[in-house]
């Protein structure tokens, strides 16, 4: 079966820092990977996709993410955060071929001091 | 339009109320989803629809029922819920597939609250 782990539950940092946020995944044939994000009271909204191709793939409001297929990662990334980046952000994958219904991480709660 | 609606926004109900959540796309989209959310949680599919057929059912109880009308249009019929059902229910749809990128777009949700 799919899994997704996000292995940061709340991350603060302050207004400039950089931003790391892991997440691998457990499934035994091909995926797509996708970063969402949860402003607060807001719905889901696509940050970025993998699937296919160049393993870094830039995403909106300066994120990236690269996919490293031998550690099964996905990890999301932003050199730079502002206050308003603070929000959940859940890693997500389906797998090609399927109805694409998504499995999620547990998501990551990103506090940004200003 | 990469729009997913969502009506009502919020629904407060009794346990013995019917009620009914609404969702609907524009985007030719031919695959359709139920996500649940509780509170700090993340998304838990319950329905796929594909091609108005309904192609995943994850196990969910019976006082929820999906309907698919047509393509556009994906129902949430709610009967007999206990308040352990309140949540944010997400509806989502991708195009389908081979029919598109493998992308789900996600409606606002509704917060149903039950009494």
């Known amino acids: 079966a799919q899994s997704v782990s996000q292995h940061n539950h709340h991350v603060i940092l302050s207004e400039a820092a950089s931003l790391e946020l892991g997440c691998n995944y457990s499934?035994?044939?091909?995926?797509?990977l996708f970063w969402y994000v949860q402003y607060p009271g807001q719905h889901l909204q696509l940050l970025l996709k993998y699937f296919s191709g160049d393993p870094l793939v830039k995403g909106i409001k300066g994120f990236e993410a690269e996919f490293i297929k031998s550690k099964f990662s996905f990890n999301l990334r932003k050199p730079s955060v502002q206050w308003s980046d603070t929000a959940e952000y859940f890693c997500?994958?389906?797998?090609?071929?399927?109805?694409?219904?998504?499995?999620f991480g547990k998501g990551t709660k990103l506090s940004v001091k200003p | 339009d990469t729009e997913v609606t969502q009506t009502p926004k919020h629904l407060v109900m009794g346990m013995t109320n019917k009620k009914s959540l609404k969702c609907e796309q524009h985007m030719g989209h031919r695959a359709m989803y139920w996500y649940k959310q509780k509170a700090k949680k993340p998304p838990e599919l319950m329905f796929v629809?594909?091609?108005?057929?309904?192609?995943i059912n994850e196990s969910v109880p019976s006082r929820f029922s999906p309907e698919c009308p047509n393509s556009s249009l994906l129902n949430l019929h709610l009967h007999a819920l206990q308040p352990e059902d309140s949540a944010l229910y997400l509806c989502?749809?991708?195009?389908?597939?081979?029919?598109?990128?493998?992308?789900?777009?996600f409606g606002p949700g509704t917060r149903l609250t039950v009494l």
């Open positions: 629809y594909s091609y108005e057929k309904l192609s």
């Open positions: 997500a994958v389906n797998a090609k071929g399927s109805q694409g219904n998504l499995i």
């Open positions: 499934y035994g044939g091909t995926v797509n």
């Open positions: 989502a749809s991708n195009p389908g597939q081979g029919r598109g990128p493998d992308t789900q777009y």
